[in-house]
């Protein structure tokens, strides 16, 4: 494969109301998942595996640091070789527009004719999944399409009002897009991963970035996949969209059931990471855990169930976690108790504290928050 033969454009500048004080300082794309990977490792993970070098990176200007500590040199995807390419593109835009601002499309064109590629994939950071990219782009090559679209059938359930639905007709051609019908069971969600074909994607850009109010890429190509008829790539792995506080936290509660850990993180596809090297988490012998999994370097002294631990957390004698996600350099004082609900990092939890959400309205304990007493739903 050649190397410059694809590039790709990273969507990562949308952001979700409904997420609360879990982006308020840093990217979606930058969330902690299942204790020691971030949402953005899927999609560079998935591009690496595909052999893709190029990649460029849209985000909006606030609260990138994590992003930078991060990726780094981008070593773990193979992004800090000679032939590579890896670029960051930073925006002062709104959060729900769908308007792109003055120099948005003049740095994009500006990667895209630099990288002279015949394909470029787009992907976007709020649907999680571990897809052969390689199989996407023969089938459009073979039907000699402009785009392709790569979609999943989900329960209406796990479909939020921001997703489009596609009308797919009997030759996998898109012939309509629209919102989510709460009248149906399932419904085919774009899954908001594209393949297209660079130069005519040039073209389609340079139209609308003389428009008087250019749409950002992320909406120029739900408009484009129905006009142009393009593909639809039904995907049958698992897939998660993340929206929401409750659809982060199911997302990671299913790493906890066998199937879907394996079939994400163990399938025909390696996930990278940052590697770090830290010593195993040490379990006391008077911790009880059931159910769960550890990052390295924590210190177990209490009960947790059906809970995912990040590194260097510390989880006291007494202390009861159960149905939780702890993000990194997190602290559970003795005594306390913790149900339903989504720790950030270095949050600290006083000794005999209770902290209870909900299955279907888990709590949020945000960065630096003081909790100076009982939190429940």
Not at 134 to 154: C, D, E, F, M, S
Not at 245 to 251: G, H, I, L, N, T
Request: include cysteine; aromatic fraction near 10%; charge should be negative.
């Amino acid at each position: 494969m050649k190397i410059d033969k694809y590039s790709a454009i990273l969507g990562n500048a949308i952001g979700f109301a409904e997420m609360e004080g879990l982006t308020a300082n840093r990217p979606l794309a930058s969330l902690p998942f299942d204790g020691k990977y971030r949402l953005i490792d899927f999609q560079l993970s998935n591009l690496a595996n595909a052999g893709v070098r190029s990649v460029y990176g849209i985000f909006r200007g606030q609260n990138i640091r994590s992003i930078f500590d991060h990726i780094r040199s981008g070593r773990e995807w193979g992004l800090n070789t000679l032939l590579s390419h890896y670029f960051l593109g930073f925006y002062d835009s709104a959060t729900d527009s769908t308007l792109s601002d003055a120099d948005y499309y003049e740095q994009i064109l500006t990667y895209l004719r630099r990288a002279g590629s015949d394909q470029t994939i787009y992907m976007s950071c709020d649907v999680l999944c571990n897809i052969d990219l390689q199989q996407v782009i023969h089938l459009h090559n073979a039907n000699k399409r402009n785009i392709t679209v790569v979609y999943k059938k989900l329960p209406v359930s796990s479909i939020s009002g921001d997703n489009d639905i596609l009308d797919v007709d009997e030759t996998d051609s898109v012939v309509g897009s629209r919102k989510v019908d709460s009248s149906s069971e399932t419904e085919k969600m774009s899954a908001g991963i594209y393949v297209v074909n660079t130069p005519w994607l040039i073209e389609q850009m340079e139209k609308e970035a003389q428009k008087e109010q250019p749409k950002k890429l992320r909406y120029l190509l739900r408009d484009l996949i129905v006009e142009d008829h393009g593909l639809a790539f039904e995907y049958t792995g698992y897939l998660c969209n993340i929206h929401s506080v409750k659809s982060y936290f199911d997302a990671n509660m299913d790493m906890l059931d066998p199937a879907k850990f394996y079939s994400l993180l163990y399938s025909n596809q390696k996930v990278y990471t940052k590697v770090k090297n830290e010593e195993s988490t040490y379990f006391d012998p008077s911790s009880v855990v059931n159910d769960s999994q550890f990052a390295s370097g924590s210190i177990i002294k209490g009960n947790v169930e059906h809970s995912i631990v990040s590194r260097s957390c510390r989880v006291e004698t007494g202390a009861k976690l159960s149905h939780t996600v702890v993000f990194p350099k997190v602290t559970i004082g003795e005594g306390a108790t913790v149900e339903y609900a989504i720790i950030d990092k270095g949050a600290k939890i006083p000794a005999g504290v209770t902290i209870k959400g909900t299955a279907e309205q888990p709590l949020v304990i945000s960065k630096g928050q003081e909790i100076t007493g009982d939190i429940i739903a």
